[in-house]
């Protein structure tokens, strides 16, 4: 499968990044990682790429790595779509004190606009 992971600068996305990694590694999935400039928070979008270069390096698998400017959500579905990647991964959000899950509005938009499988990686 060709997977299209979406990476921000939260503790979320990094373990989402870890987990697609290690089901990349298993299933033989071919990626290609997405830092969203848009989402980096505190974090340079540079740290972000090492973090990612790392945890490559750490299961030795090579994948394509983009930095995508502008609103992250609809970058995200242009590129899995115009493409022919078979899905979108990334990090789903939180719950709320009630129980109920809080997604970002970058996971919201992608939820709601994507023609290819989406994965939330909680």
Do not use: Y
């Not at 830092?35 to 394509?64: F, K, N, P």
């Amino acid at each position: 499968m060709r997977i299209l992971l979406g990476v921000g600068g939260s503790e979320e996305s990094l373990q989402a990044l870890q987990q697609t990694v290690e089901r990349a590694v298993a299933a033989g999935d071919d990626l290609t990682v997405a830092i969203l400039e848009e989402v980096t928070g505190e974090r340079s979008a540079d740290d972000i790429e090492a973090d990612v270069e790392a945890e490559l390096d750490a299961h030795d698998l090579e994948a394509e790595i983009r930095h995508i400017e502008g609103n992250a959500g609809s970058e995200l579905v242009s590129i899995a779509e115009s493409e022919g990647f078979d899905g979108i991964t990334l990090s789903g959000g939180t719950t709320s004190p009630m129980g109920k899950i809080q997604l970002s509005s970058t996971a919201e938009f992608v939820l709601l606009n994507s023609h290819v499988s989406v994965t939330l990686i909680r």
